[in-house]
T-cell receptor
Framework: DAGVIQSPRHEVTEMGQEVTLRCKPISGHNSLFWYRQTMMRGLELLIYFNNNVPIDDSGMPEDRFSAKMPNASFSTLKIQPSEPRDSAVYFC????????????FGEGSRLTVL | KQEVTQIPAALSVPEGENLVLNCSFTDSAIYNLQWFRQDPGKGLTSLLLIQSSQREQTSGRLNASLDKSSGRSTLYIAASQPGDSATYLCAVKGKGNKLVFGAGTILRVKS
């Protein structure tokens, strides 16, 4: 299996622009998670989906952030408009769904907002 | 609210030493605890997963223990090597399928 695949790996954009990050979970996994990692706050859970349905989005910082999972093999995290404080590494992770199952992470998307 | 603490924040040891990384959590109602490794600029690699009903897990030179009642886990690395240098993260999964991470321990093994 190719693992969790994220794109782009690096994104540099200007404040106010729309940013879309993409994730393909491991085939057969039915839970998908979006995390953000910064030096100041470490790893924070933004949102997670189970069977393509958003279950908990309490970690989404504000309305500028939105996430979708239109099917079992694809998810997007969108920031519109982006701000410099959104600069971080965004990770996608997937698991096979039950509470006790192991989580597998992608390589991350490093976002820099100028 | 679950809080996860890792001690020490950073550790530098000579090659060959055995070492222990510590993780503590405030809410013992967990499903499992997972140890990850993160290399600079990379994603997280799962090292060991301990279910709440288990006491320890071993993989090669790594051994992780879990004492759920006291809210503690340790990651033991035997005969450390320079290639073990990385950040080690502890995470606990509790209610709502959420994984809560510690801040990590930055390990440097000197050759």
């Amino acid at each position: 299996d190719a693992g969790v695949i994220q794109s782009p790996r690096h994104e540099v954009t200007e404040m106010g622009q729309e940013v879309t990050l993409r994730c393909k979970p491991i085939s057969g996994h039915n839970s998908l998670f979006w995390y953000r990692q910064t030096m100041m706050r470490g790893l924070e859970l933004l949102i997670y989906f189970n069977n393509n349905v958003p279950i908990d989005d309490s970690g989404m910082p504000e309305d500028r952030f939105s996430a979708k999972m239109p099917n079992a093999s694809f998810s997007t995290l969108k920031i519109q408009p982006s701000e410099p404080r959104d600069s971080a590494v965004y990770f996608c992770a997937s698991s096979s769904g039950t509470d006790a199952m192991e989580l597998f992470f992608g390589e991350g998307s490093r976002l820099t907002v100028l | 609210k679950q809080e996860v603490t890792q001690i020490p924040a950073a550790l530098s040891v000579p090659e060959g030493e055995n070492l222990v990384l510590n993780c503590s959590f405030t809410d013992s109602a967990i499903y499992n605890l997972q140890w990850f490794r993160q290399d600079p600029g990379k994603g997280l690699t799962s090292l060991l997963l301990i279910q709440s009903s288990q006491r320890e897990q071993t993989s090669g030179r790594l051994n992780a223990s879990l004492d759920k009642s006291s809210g503690r886990s340790t990651l033991y690395i035997a005969a450390s090597q320079p290639g073990d240098s990385a950040t080690y993260l502890c995470a606990v999964k509790g209610k709502g399928n959420k994984l809560v991470f510690g801040a990590g321990t930055i390990l440097r093994v000197k050759s």
